[in-house]
């Protein structure tokens, strides 16, 4: 039996494109190197080349980050034209990739830092410094800055109303810095090793992610077991309960004998600095390995009909 022809899609149009290019090169090697027929597709803007580049593929490997490639909108296009693709639906990725709608479907859930959405430049009456302000709809960490004056609340608060809109303006919590990974593994969401981040920047921006001994791994997190176990459930409540596939990224804050959800990511980066390749490595996977996981779900989904949901006894 021959193996299944993938179309690995990465680039994309957001602003997260490069890191998108970085992701994609790595998912195509290791599928070359675990034998599948693999092409390399670099979305541009162009739904119709996209469309033809991956009609003989019997599945789409989606590694595009940020808008159009993680916020449902590649997505519910390739369900309308019936192409199997890899991680969350568009409706999934659609909330997940807005953090104010994620934080009010899951307010009562979890502990969230406390959060104001606004629309325009103005200073809350009840402001406390530091705080946090950072775009609705973005990834990477892209548009977050951390506010430590008024004249700086002001001043990041003008530019992502000019460049979005509007923002999100939440409560700065000092702890550990927690990124928790979802891999389904023979049909079941597994949550890898907590990995505890320590950015030598001021948090774990895009510079920090991104560039090559700015954040020290510790893996797994310095948590105490029942913190551990904890952390643990809330993230798999949240993949579960926003009806995340084939892997998910769930990140937050430990402070003060609690796991403050930040947000959730449905395409995690599979660059060589990413978190959830880490945390499948210390968990004894291989790169390859946590991509074949990926894979292999997306293709199991395919033979039993995109329209039968998973059988989660851990959801609600």
């Known amino acids: 039996m021959s193996k299944p022809k993938i179309a690995v899609v990465m680039g994309g149009i957001s602003r997260e494109r490069e890191v998108s290019l970085r992701s994609g090169k790595n998912v195509y090697s290791a599928l070359n190197r675990l034998g599948y027929l693999v092409k390399a597709v670099d979305y541009q803007g162009d739904p119709t080349a996209f469309l033809k580049d991956v009609e003989d593929s019997d ?3 989606n590694v595009l980050h940020g808008h159009f490639g993680e916020d449902g909108g590649i997505q519910f296009l390739m369900e309308a034209h019936n192409i199997p693709y890899t991680c969350s639906d568009p409706y999934t990725s659609a909330v997940c990739f807005d953090k104010l709608l994620t934080y ?12 104001l959405y606004l629309e325009e430049v103005a200073v809350p009456n009840d402001l406390e410094l530091p705080t946090v302000l ?7 960490s892209i548009g977050i800055k951390i506010c430590k004056t008024k004249e700086e609340f002001l001043s ?3 530019k992502l109303v000019e460049d979005y809109g509007g923002y999100i303006a939440q409560r700065y919590v000092r ?3 927690l990124t928790i990974s979802v891999l389904e593994i023979d049909g079941k969401p ?9 950015p030598k920047r001021e948090f774990y921006d895009y ?17 105490e077991p029942e913190e551990e176990r904890e952390v643990k459930r809330v993230a798999l409540q949240v993949y579960n309960y926003l009806g995340c596939r084939d892997m998910a990224r769930i ?3 430990f402070a003060d004998g609690r796991f403050y959800f930040l947000e959730v990511n449905t395409i995690p980066g599979m660059t060589e600095l990413s978190d959830l390749p880490a945390s499948a490595k210390a968990m004894g996977m291989s790169f390859e390995e946590a991509v074949d996981a990926v894979v292999r779900s997306a293709l199991k989904r395919k033979r039993r009909g995109k329209h039968v949901p998973r059988n989660d006894d851990n959801r609600g």
């Open 251 to 253: 990140d937050g804050i």
């Open 134 to 140: 950072k775009p609705r709809r973005e990834g990477s």
């Open 207 to 223: 510079t920090a992610k991104y560039t090559k001994g700015m954040t020290e791994f510790i893996l797994p997190a310095e948590l």
């Open 104 to 115: 009010r479907v899951l307010g009562s859930m979890m502990e969230i830092p406390k959060y």
């Open 175 to 177: 702890g550990k810095e």
């Open 156 to 158: 990041h608060a003008s």
């Open 190 to 198: 597994v949550v890898l090793p907590i990995l505890e981040l320590r």
């Open 59 to 61: 599945l789409v490997f």
